[in-house]
């Protein structure tokens, strides 16, 4: 775990990818693992199921998104 320390929830990505897109990544993952806006009833209520797919947790409908956040 020492290697990963700096990196955040990216050093699961190793070094396939550079520093500084795994530390976007590290960025964009903080925004994934919280509520996204649905664009159906507009709550941020959309919570991502799998890249790219979002389930609102409100209106219950799924939509696709950018892989990582959702689309502005
Ligand atoms: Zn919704």
């Known amino acids: 775990m020492a290697n990963t320390k700096k990196v955040g929830s990216s050093g699961r990505f ?6 500084r897109l795994r530390s976007k990544i590290v960025s964009v993952e903080k925004v994934q693992r919280g509520k996204q806006k649905c664009p159906y009833c507009k709550r941020s209520t959309a919570k991502r199921v799998a890249a790219g797919i979002w389930n609102c947790t409100k209106c219950n409908s799924k939509f ?3 892989a990582y956040i959702v689309g502005e």
């Open 64 to 66: 696709t998104g950018k």
């Open 14 to 19: 190793g070094v396939r990818y550079g520093r």
